[in-house]
T-cell receptor, first 112, second 115 residues
Framework: GENVEQHPSTLSVQEGDSAVIKCTYSDSASNYFPWYKQELGKGPQLIIDIRSNVGEKKDQRIAVTLNKTAKHFSLHITETQPEDSAVYFCAATRTSYGKLTFGQGTILTVHP | DTEVTQTPKHLVMGMTNKKSLKCEQHMGHRAMYWYKQKAKKPPELMFVYSYEKLSINESVPSRFSPECPNSSLLNLHLHALQPEDSALYLC??????????????FGEGSWLTVV
């Protein structure tokens, strides 16, 4: 089955800095890679996703890159704000399968 | 509107009780999911319903019984649970496995405490 490794487990940055979270996956058939943000006491919120036919995707301050050859993908957050503080999860799946395999999560803390 | 609604938000139940968690979506999605999340861990898949039929059961104990009455509703019936079953139970939905738009949206979850 799929296995997703996520690093770092915790990340502390100053407001305005950039934050990068990296994930690797094992199943070369995986073709869909979402990122979720989970605030305390809430469910995971989809913030950005990328499919295997695309190398990079941006949405305002958030970007995701995918390297299929190396089987890794990364989340980039620029100009971080205190409200970006949360747990971030990467995930991988085949769109034909319906089962998300999550990384272990990264606790991001943005200090004002 | 990408909303998955779960009720109740909090539930405390004894080990001999029978209770149910409910989930609703009105996005026309044909796949619905139950995930379980323990503190400081990622969500773990329990069940997948595709077109109202159970398609994946991740070897979940029979004290958890899912039900999909129609394409908008998903229930999780709970009976004879153990304290270690205390967790956040998340419902999710998507257009359906096989769809190129198979983005999975989560609800806010139901916090379950078994005493």
């Amino acid at each position: 089955g799929e296995n997703v490794e996520q690093h770092p487990s915790t990340l502390s940055v100053q407001e305005g800095d950039s934050a990068v979270i990296k994930c690797t996956y094992s199943d070369s058939a995986s073709n869909y890679f979402p990122w979720y943000k989970q605030e305390l006491g809430k469910g995971p919120q989809l913030i950005i996703d990328i499919r295997s036919n695309v190398g990079e995707k941006k949405d305002q301050r958030i970007a995701v890159t995918l390297n299929k050859t190396a089987k890794h993908f990364s989340l980039h957050i620029t100009e971080t704000q205190p409200e970006d503080s949360a747990v971030y999860f990467c995930a991988a799946t085949r769109t034909s399968y319906g089962k998300l395999t999550f990384g272990q999560g990264t606790i991001l803390t943005v200090h004002p | 509107d990408t909303e998955v609604t779960q009720t109740p938000k909090h539930l405390v139940m004894g080990m001999t009780n029978k209770k149910s968690l409910k989930c609703e979506q009105h996005m026309g999605h044909r796949a619905m999911y139950w995930y379980k999340q323990k503190a400081k861990k990622p969500p773990e898949l329990m069940f997948v319903y595709s077109y109202e039929k159970l398609s994946i059961n991740e070897s979940v104990p029979s004290r958890f019984s899912p039900e999909c009455p129609n394409s908008s509703l998903l229930n999780l019936h709970l009976h004879a649970l153990q304290p270690e079953d205390s967790a956040l139970y998340l419902c999710a939905s998507s257009q359906g496995p096989g769809s190129s738009g198979n983005t999975i949206y989560f609800g806010e979850g139901s916090w379950l405490t078994v005493v």
